[in-house]
């Protein structure tokens, strides 16, 4: 049974940084896709970056040049660093596993596998 552990969310003013982590268990494949996503109050969930086993990465406009995601294999850990964060990056965010496609991709019915979330919230 797989499950994603997210950590690093908190309260930062307009303009500051926080980085995620997102830590999952029982997951041995080789070939995958993991992603960010994020759900603010009334707003549906969106992709906001995504990185494949590859390394490939793609990333929601919203956020480029302001966000990096990046895994560390060897502590089989993904990260999200998010820098010059505005009002509006404020969510809930979510760590998210697939194998069904192994390619990056920000879709979020092509994820099977979901963290509990990790709360962010920047004030201005």
């Known amino acids: 049974q797989v499950q994603l552990v997210e950590s690093g969310g908190g309260s930062v003013q307009s303009g500051g940084s926080l980085r995620l982590s997102c830590a999952p268990f029982g997951y041995t494949y080789s070939s995958y896709c993991m992603g960010w996503f994020r759900q603010a109050p009334g707003k549906e969930r969106e992709g906001v970056a995504a990185?494949?086993?590859?390394?490939?990465?793609s990333y929601a406009d919203s956020v480029k040049g302001r966000f990096t995601i990046s895994q560390d294999n060897a502590k089989n850990t993904l990260y999200l660093q998010m820098n010059s964060l505005k009002p509006e990056d404020t969510a809930m965010y979510y760590c998210?596993?697939?194998?069904?496609?192994?390619?990056?991709?920000?879709?979020?019915?092509?994820?099977?596998?979901w963290g509990q979330g990790t709360q962010v919230t920047v004030s201005s």
């Open positions: 990185i494949d086993s590859d390394g490939s990465t």
């Open positions: 998210a596993l697939t194998m069904l496609v192994v390619t990056t991709t920000l879709y979020e019915h092509e994820y099977n596998y």
